[in-house]
């Protein structure tokens, strides 16, 4: 059953425009979102979060939306750089669950 | 401060045999958890540790077995290995259980 859907399985951007990742998910006890961005041969690495009481968290060039009556999130990457070709995972938590679920992932491609 | 690390990198066992994956938490942090990340699919939460006892399972069955360390880190072992447990293993630390946890490079597991 999954409860995090990363629809889109890769997204390609020129580098210098914005790069929008989706993320929905069902369990509406989730109450805690986090990105997590891997390379290949290395293990995810943590990006941004938001908790549900917020709509919106930025961190430098990275700004997460939460809309909790849609049951969706994204995450906004404003200017895009070559480095930031990847993996993207988004994950959820529920607070009296302490486990991390997390989505299929979407491969970003940033073009010079 | 020094991060996640996971042993061995890779490893290659056949069926039917047993594995011992280790991980050592991050510095400070004294909640362990494992996932087992198979191809193009987001990680699975196998089970999470915290202060020595076992804190949460996943859906996986009794031969993924674990334990963790007076000095937090972890080990997380697999009996009787099936073709399906080739996959990417990781473990991530936290500190008290918080949601936002740090991964380790991982442990490529090929079950032939």
């Known amino acids: 059953d999954q409860q995090v859907k990363q629809n889109s399985p890769s997204l390609s951007v020129q580098e210098g425009r914005i790069s929008i990742l989706n993320c929905d998910y069902t369990n509406s006890m989730f109450d805690y979102f986090l990105w997590y961005k891997k390379y290949p041969a290395e293990g995810p690495t943590f990006l941004i979060s938001i908790s549900s009481i917020k709509d919106k968290n930025e961190d430098g060039r990275f700004t997460v939306f939460l809309n909790k009556s849609a049951k969706h999130l994204s995450l906004h990457i404003v200017p895009s750089q070559p480095g930031d070709s990847a993996v993207y995972f988004c994950a959820a938590s529920d607070r009296n669950d302490y486990k991390l679920s997390f989505g299929a992932g979407t491969t970003v491609t940033v073009r010079a | 401060e020094t991060g996640v690390t996971q042993s061995p990198t890779h490893l290659i066992k056949t069926r039917g045999q047993q594995v011992t994956l280790r991980c050592s938490s991050q510095?400070?942090?004294?909640?362990v958890s494992w996932y087992q990340q198979a191809l193009g699919q987001g990680p699975q939460f196998i089970f999470q540790y915290y202060r020595e006892e076992e804190n949460g399972r996943g859906n996986f069955p009794p031969r993924f077995s674990g334990l963790q360390f007076p000095n937090y880190s972890s080990e997380l072992n697999v009996n009787a290995l099936e073709l399906d447990d080739s996959a990417l293993y990781l473990c991530?630390?936290?500190?008290?259980?918080?949601?936002?946890?740090?991964f380790g490079p991982g442990t490529r597991l090929l079950v032939l």
């Open positions: 991530a630390s936290s500190l008290d259980r918080e949601e936002t946890q740090y």
């Open positions: 510095s400070g942090h004294n909640t």
